[in-house]
């Protein structure tokens, strides 16, 4: 069944090691749309993102991504896990780790062209890594090395973007450059999955999931983001005055770890 | 001055091979190395150098060749690492580490119902650097050669498996596939390389000279070479250490690369701290 | 700069491989020939004897240090050295010179002259109700024993085909130093005969740190009761079963002192000792006396033996 939308999920259960977190999850993705996951730790953004990127498989239902099986075009489809500060810290030069981005598009033996260096090139100034592209991954500093995996991450030019809280670890000005980027990517025709904690960053794509272990709703983002929907997700409790969101608490027993 | 340098290995055939056979080793270790320490693989490394000697022990008892026992003592350890960490995450390190000592005392048991326990067991452990045979040097050719030629190959997926596993995967190389590979490839590592060695110190020129070119390379290649160019080092100045002073041949090269890398590390240090 | 290394590396890689073989090559070029041949003995003892034989003819160098136990011993890349430019390489053969293995292999491949004593002896086997039954091959009915040193005449009949291969190798006259050295030989073995006829058939039993003394047993009538190690090398290692029937057989047999040497663990013996209620005597086996010869060496192993064993209280 092929069709034209980018991702399509239909009763969809995810999950680890036989456990599902989230179930019964309908939805899809035409291209040039963008997707957020909002939820606290542990509410199943990881968890759906990861198997949008073909890393879980799926427990029940049917996820069709790019017309197959998750996993069927790599070269297409770009994934940004969540950033350790911890990660294992390689000493390689950060030039050598954006390109690795390149390839998936190649596969084990075809040869790099003019238009891979391109990519990589464009990606590391986008990001403003030039000044710092021969310098090794373990000499570099949390946001550094998250601008880096951006890069790879962009250097893909995939068609389908992935990505868990890309803006984690990033000041003010790299957060507003990360944001653009991704906007031009969109704008030439990408789509764009992305989890995350931030409202803003959530108001600004056409649709947003709230999740907690559940769905607590999906749709149009104005129309999701609102006061009560947020409330249930992160387990507040609070009230509306006017446009701004009084918290008075915390829900007894919501926080879920991952 | 030249006769104090290559002396030893101009008269003497089986220091030359000893040479030949030792420089072979540190290629392949070079290649292996290289991506077990940017993998952080180290104590696989580890654990394969204790899988042989049981291997090894086992396949003196029925009388054939000790490569094909170390060959199969690495995979048994694969495998048993393998069962193991797929059982417990949380006290995998705890089981690993009985799963060295239970591979080494059952080598040791095997051993000790032979004639000859006790120098066996230090041929096995501490390795014959000196007895290498013509045919040894050749099976060493064959493993550096088949080695790199992996390495060329897989070198993309490699390089993704040292970044993260998941992007190996997302990239359309399957992190499980590869990771085998690697670990067959240290494993035949291992396995031709503990005669020079010794199954106790094959651990060391697996990791010393790769350990001391990350310190000052930034790229993979330039990695290989340097650790290809501290291996060898390594193994000419033990065997010249051997002769001079007398001592264990294996060990010495052991020495050497573990005293190599701690050099560098301490030098950098320094030059850091002057740049500073 | 790092492009260029790359460059370089591949045809250094080959260089320094081919320099290594051109090496090995090199090395069969010639020996120093000054001055006198050159002979090798592997041990001690034998090498007492061959310097005996030979005397000032020829430069005389022994592998293994006096102490050290020649069943362990192992040799450094200078040992191998010299042991392959020899003139002569004289070994014991049967695999007493187990660490000395794969370096007297290659030294024979690369074509070094060897002279292997057990090959010119009347080889004694283990025989049957001798010792414990230990599953090992090495003490299964039939093994060979490589412990010839410890019986003067089989020691003369090395000294005899030693000297006529070197004499028609090197073109030397060594009759009369062998007539001597066959003489005292026998005339030792006559000497030590008498001194144990003296002990009583009942306490002619050795209980030895590992099977090294039956061709002594074989010569002057002792019964090999049993070892600690029970193998004809000091590397095995004693199992638990072993010990204990070891000391059951040393009740069995009233056996009343036993005898401890090179590569005997002193723990172990002391301990199998003080359970058995016997006395532990250290003999020495498999090395020279202090500034002794051969005479010295078989008159220390008789005395103590004689001596031990004639002290112990039959039981």
Redesign the interface.
């Known amino acids: 069944m092929s069709s034209p939308n980018l991702i399509e999920a239909r009763g969809l259960s995810a999950g680890y090691g036989g456990e599902s977190i989230l179930s019964g999850l309908d939805f899809s993705l035409r291209p040039g749309q963008t997707l957020a996951l909002v939820g606290a730790n542990g509410s199943g953004k990881t968890t759906l993102l990861k198997a949008i990127a073909g890393l879980l498989p799926p427990l029940a239902g049917e996820l069709q991504v790019l017309g197959a099986a998750p996993l069927g075009s790599p070269s297409r489809v770009a994934y940004l896990g969540q950033f350790h500060p911890s990660g294992f810290a390689l000493p390689l030069r950060v030039a050598e780790i954006v390109r690795m981005g390149r390839f998936s598009a190649h596969g084990l033996f075809g040869k790099l062209k003019k238009e891979d260096d391109e990519a990589v090139r464009e990606a590391i100034a986008e990001l403003g890594l030039a000044d710092i592209a021969d310098m090794p991954l373990n000499a570099l500093s949390g946001g550094q090395r998250q601008r880096v995996f951006i890069a790879q991450a962009l250097a893909r030019r995939a068609e389908l973007l992935l990505l868990d809280e890309p803006e984690a670890n990033l000041d003010g000005t790299a957060r507003a450059t990360t944001r653009r980027l991704f906007d031009e990517a969109v704008s030439r025709g990408a789509s764009a999955v992305i989890a995350t904690h931030d409202i803003e960053a959530a108001a600004a794509c056409d649709y947003t999931m709230l999740l907690a272990r559940r769905l607590v709703a999906y749709g149009a983002s104005a129309e999701v983001l609102r006061t009560e929907a947020l409330l249930d997700t992160f387990g507040l409790v609070g009230r509306a005055e006017g446009d701004k969101l009084v918290v008075l608490g915390r829900e007894h027993g919501h926080d879920c770890h991952e | 001055m030249i006769d104090f340098l290559l002396g030893p290995f101009i008269r003497n055939e089986f220091m030359a091979r000893a040479l030949a056979g030792g420089l072979l080793v540190s290629l392949s270790c070079a290649v292996v190395g290289t991506f077990v320490v940017l993998r952080g693989l180290a104590f696989i490394g580890d654990a394969l150098s204790h899988g042989v000697l049981p291997g090894v022990a086992v396949a003196l008892l029925f009388g054939l060749p000790g490569m094909v026992g170390a060959a199969a003592g690495s995979l048994a350890m694969i495998l048993g690492i393998g069962y193991v960490t797929r059982r417990s995450s949380l006290s995998s390190d705890t089981a690993i580490g009985l799963l060295f000592v239970g591979m080494l005392a059952l080598g040791v048991v095997i051993v000790s119902r032979s004639r000859s326990f006790s120098g066996d067991l230090v041929r096995i452990l501490f390795g014959e650097v000196l007895g290498i045979s013509w045919a040894d040097v050749a099976g060493q050719a064959g493993a550096a050669l088949a080695v790199s030629a992996v390495a060329a190959v897989c070198r993309r997926p490699f390089l993704l498996l040292c970044f993260s596993p998941e992007q190996a995967d997302v990239s359309g190389f399957p992190a499980k596939r590869y990771h085998s590979i690697m670990l067959l490839m240290i494993a035949l590592t291992v396995v031709v390389s503990f005669k020079t060695v010794g199954t106790l110190l094959v651990f060391g020129l697996l990791i010393a000279p790769a350990a001391s070119a990350a310190l000052f390379a930034r790229k993979v290649g330039s990695m290989m070479l340097l650790a290809l160019a501290f291996g060898a080092t390594s193994v000419y100045l033990g065997l010249l250490a051997s002769y001079r002073l007398n001592t264990a041949g294996g060990a010495s090269i052991a020495l050497a690369a573990t005293l190599i890398f701690f050099a560098l590390l301490e030098s950098k240090r320094i030059l850091a701290r002057r740049r500073a | 700069m790092?492009t260029r290394?790359?460059k370089a590396?591949a045809p250094l890689?080959v260089a320094?491989?081919g320099f290594?073989?051109a090496?090995?090559f090199?090395?069969?070029a010639g020996r120093a020939g000054t001055g006198k041949k050159t002979i090798v003995v592997t041990y001690s003892i034998l090498g007492s004897v061959v310097k005996d034989l030979v005397g000032d003819r020829f430069e005389l160098i022994v592998s293994i240090p006096n102490t050290l136990d020649p069943?362990?011993w192992?040799?450094?890349?200078?040992d191998?050295?010299t042991i392959?430019r020899a003139d002569l390489v004289v070994e014991n053969g049967l695999g007493l010179e187990?660490?000395m293995g794969?370096?007297l292999a290659?030294a024979r491949k690369?074509g070094v002259e060897f002279f292997t004593a057990s090959d010119h002896v009347l080889v004694r086997t283990v025989g049957k109700g001798e010792g414990l039954p230990s599953g090992?091959?090495?003490q299964e009915v039939g093994a060979q024993d490589p412990h010839l040193w410890t019986d003067p005449v089989t020691m003369e009949a090395i000294v005899d085909a030693l000297a006529d291969e070197i004499e028609a190798g090197f073109k030397v006259d060594l009759s009369a130093r062998r007539a001597d050295l066959d003489s005292r030989l026998e005339a030792l073995d006559a000497e030590v005969a008498a001194q144990t006829a003296k002990l009583p058939e009942a306490r002619r039993m050795l209980v030895t740190g590992h099977e090294s003394m039956g061709y002594f047993a074989q010569r002057y009538g002792f019964k090999l009761v049993g070892a600690i190690v029970p193998?004809?090398?000091s590397?095995?290692?004693s199992s638990a079963a072993e010990l204990a029937a070891l000391k059951a057989l040393i009740a069995a047999k009233g056996v009343s002192v036993i005898f401890t040497e090179a590569g005997t663990s002193p723990a172990v013996a002391a301990a199998l000792a003080r359970e058995a209620k016997v006395e532990a005597v250290s003999l020495n086996t498999h090395a020279l006396p202090e500034g002794g010869g051969y005479a010295e060496f078989i008159r220390g192993l008789a005395s103590t033996i004689t001596q031990s064993l004639a002290k112990g209280a039959p039981r």
């Open positions: 790092r290394l790359r590396a890689l320094a491989l290594s073989i090496l090995a090199g090395s069969c069943h362990e192992e040799p450094s890349a200078r191998i050295e392959n187990e660490g794969k370096a290659q690369a090992d091959p090495d193998s004809l090398s590397q095995a290692e």
